[in-house]
Structures are given as structure tokens and as C-alpha cells.
């Protein structure tokens, strides 16, 4: 009889310390050791996972260019569309899969995914495996799109980490369920309606790896800042986002005491937060005020951002760090899982996110901090109140998890 695994997919690897941190505390909640097919699966070896789960990397077009090819021609000739799927999962997918887990995030946000994420979906079930997408958000227009609607209502499960999308799925269902009501009750079993939960991202429970400081880096008194790539990417005025972060660290040298801790948490090469970071660096340097972090695992950023005093950052997963060790925290963001974390936590986004899209000028950020700033103590007693309880309902994913591969298991049994 062949073992049963539980798999976790979609995962685009380490090098995003956003997907290793829901990788990371999915992992230390549950109470099987999961298969991780990774995109990039070196890096999960390099960081923090290797020990975690059983980690396989996906067939790249690099290393497998002929066989791509080839799928790519069976693909035209056959039309089928997740055979692509098949091989890129390679012997993991012929392995007894009752329960898949679709490491979700904002996958669904990005154009370039849905494709992929539509045919594993499907593919999965197909193959007879209960799908989950997990910690997921999703734009609310996108969830009225037919096509994506299609391969929500595949899913299993589906876990919201905010109530903007929580909302959203639940109206989807709603819908779904409505326009069945006209069918007799053995056509309708035919059709599948995922069970939607609303539950914090998985990575409020990170643990925290607190290296020694570097020199400059004081703690309780550093102001820590990311900015990424991906948010210069989505503002509309050309280079306003730099001008507002440059506005920022300026004010900070000649108004405060604080220093500065410029810090990494993405670092692919094609979308490396330390290019922006480095070229702050280099115009500040010459204060002393002001510091680069090196990469590290995400247990360790966060030890960096927790001796934070208060925390400026673009990356969501840098922000849910400075959160869960309670630092005041703005979010330069782009998307609706900066509004509906902010909402759920703080009780609105106002004050506490900043639209990248929203820029103007270049003393938007430098007024945004100035805010927080003033608030900060009354900020960190709010995070304090919340937090136990929003963990405790973070950890409703990993119960959640485990229910549902018990229910798989108890039923193969059968």
C-alpha cells in the first residue's frame, strides 16, 4: 500500500521569507510532516524549512529544457492542459495524495499565476485529492470574474486571512448555492461548495530567532523600514515612491533621536527589496544613523523587527512580524490583504495603510509616520489587547488541517 502524503503546493519558495513564513508556522501547527513542492526548492534548504517538511523541488524549465518542450507540443496536440501539472509535480504526483494544501497568500492577485493555480487545482481533484487554499487573499472584483469563480468552488476548503476576502468568498458561495436551489437534490450533489473560513495568517505565530545586533541597530530605539520593488511597481507617479522613503529617512535624521534599520524580506533577483534598500544606504550612509540588514531565515528577520521601536514596511509578511511582536506598524501597500489585515487588527485601515497608488507627494509617507509616531504607545497597548486572541485564532488553520486529514484518512480506511 502506498503512504499517504500530505502535500503543500504553489510555493514559490524561501527567497520570499513571506512564503517561508506560512510555510514555516503552517508546519509547526499541524501534526503531519508535509511534502513542500517548491519552485525554488534550494532555497528552502538554505533557510528555514529543510527540517520541517519533506522538500521537493518542481521541474524547472533551466534544468529540464528538452522535456519542456515536448509537454509544451503534447500540450498543443492534445489539449490537455495539466499534463503540464503532472510533470512538473513529477513522482508526487502519482503518490497517494488525500489532502493538498495551495500555499495561498495573494497568489490569486497575480495575473501571471492564476493559469498554473487553476490546472494544479484541478488537476488535484481530478486525481480524486481533497484541495485546500489556504491563508489566501483575494481582490473582491476578482472573485465576480466567471473563471476564477470556476476554480474557487473546486476547492475543499478555502481559508481567508482577512474579512474583505472572507466577505467576498462568502457571496460567491451564496450566489453559487442560489442559482442551484432550481435543481433536484441528486443533480445538485454533483456540484461541490467549498466550506470558506476567516482565519489570521498563519504567520502571527512565527516563532522568533534573535541574532546579536549589529553595530548601530538600538534596540527599542530603531525605526525599521522595507520597501520592495513591487510597490514601486504599482505606484502611478514615476519614482514617488523612492522620493517619499528618501523624505522619510530625512526627517527621522533631523527630528528624532532613532536610529534607522533598513530591512530585506524578499530577495529574488528579480524582485529583491535590496536594490531600493541598498540605494537608501548609500544617500544616508554618511549620518550614522543608518543601517542595512543582511538577508536571513524569517525567524530571524523577525527578531530583527521585533527589537523595532516602530516599523514602516511594504512587505506583508514583514508587517505581520512588526505586528505579532507588537510594534506600531504602518504598511506602504497595493492590495486588499494590507486593508483587511489592518481592519481586522487595528479596527480600520485609515492612518494605518498607506496606498502605494495613493502618492502624491513626496511628504505623503513622512506625514503618515508622524502619525503613528504620535500614537505609537496607545498603538502598542491596542496590539497588546488583540494579539493573544488573534494568535489563538491563527492557530484555527493548523486544527482546521489537521481535522480534515484525519477525515481523509479515516475514510481511506474505510
Not at 5 to 17: I, P, Q
Not at 372 to 377: F, S, T, V
Amino acid at each position: 500500500m502506498k503512504e499517504k502524503r500530505l502535500v503543500m503546493y504553489m510555493h514559490a519558495g524561501s527567497g520570499n521569507h513571506g512564503c517561508e513564513a506560512i510555510v514555516n508556522s503552517t508546519c509547526h501547527m499541524i501534526k503531519e510532516k508535509p511534502v513542500l513542492l517548491s519552485y525554488y526548492g534550494g532555497e528552502d534548504k538554505r533557510y528555514s524549512l529543510k527540517e520541517l517538511c519533506d522538500i521537493r523541488g518542481e521541474k524547472s524549465f533551466a534544468d529540464h529544457k528538452l522535456a519542456h518542450v515536448c509537454y509544451y507540443l503534447y500540450r498543443k496536440v492534445t489539449g490537455d492542459e495539466e499534463s503540464f501539472i503532472r510533470y512538473r509535480y513529477g513522482k508526487t504526483f502519482r503518490e497517494d495524495i488525500p489532502l493538498a494544501i495551495s500555499i495561498g497568500g495573494d497568489n490569486y492577485c497575480y495575473d501571471n499565476m492564476r493559469k498554473d493555480l487553476r490546472l494544479a487545482n484541478q488537476a488535484f481533484v481530478r486525481k480524486g485529492t481533497r484541495t485546500v487554499l489556504l491563508g489566501c487573499s483575494i481582490e473582491p472584483e476578482l472573485i465576480k470574474k466567471p473563471e476564477i469563480v470556476a476554480d474557487l468552488m473546486k476547492y475543499h476548503t478555502i481559508i481567508a486571512r482577512e474579512s474583505i476576502t472572507f466577505e467576498a468568498l462568502q457571496r460567491m458561495v451564496a450566489q453559487q448555492q442560489a442559482g442551484l436551489k432550481g435543481l433536484r437534490s441528486c443533480d445538485r450533489a454533483r456540484y461541490n461548495v467549498p466550506k470558506v473560513y476567516c482565519f489570521p495568517d498563519p504567520a502571527f505565530t512565527l516563532q522568533k530567532k534573535e541574532l546579536p545586533l549589529p553595530s548601530g541597530f538600538q534596540e527599542g530605539n530603531t525605526v525599521g523600514i522595507n520597501i520592495s520593488p513591487m510597490i514601486q511597481d504599482n505606484e502611478e507617479s514615476a519614482g514617488i515612491t523612492m522620493k517619499n522613503y528618501q523624505e522619510l529617512i530625512q526627517y527621522i535624521i533631523e527630528n528624532t533621536g532613532f536610529q534607522i534599520a533598513l530591512i530585506p524580506h524578499v530577495v529574488w533577483d528579480r524582485n529583491d527589496d535590496r536594490k531600493p534598500i541598498h540605494a537608501l544606504y548609500e544617500q544616508f550612509k554618511d549620518t550614522g544613523r543608518i543601517l542595512e540588514l543582511p538577508d536571513g531565515t524569517c525567524e530571524e528577520l523577525k527578531g530583527y523587527i521585533a527589537r523595532c521601536r516602530m516599523f514602516i514596511g511594504a512587505r506583508t509578511h514583514a508587517t505581520i512580524a512588526a505586528y505579532s511582536s507588537l510594534v506600531p506598524t504602518l504598511v506602504v501597500g497595493y492590495s486588499v490583504k494590507a486593508r483587511g489585515i489592518a481592519r481586522d487588527l487595528l479596527g480600520t485601515e485609515k492612518n494605518y495603510v498607506l496606498p502605494v497608488q495613493l502618492l502624491r507627494k513626496e511628504e505623503d509617507l513622512t506625514e503618515a509616520f508622524k502619525w503613528l509616531a504620535a500614537k505609537e504607545e496607545a498603538i502598542r497597548s491596542q496590539l497588546a489587547a488583540k494579539m493573544p486572541a488573534y494568535k489563538e485564532a491563527a492557530m484555527q488553520t493548523g486544527k482546521e488541517v489537521d481535522h480534515l486529514w484525519e477525515e481523509c484518512s479515516q475514510q481511506q480506511r474505510i
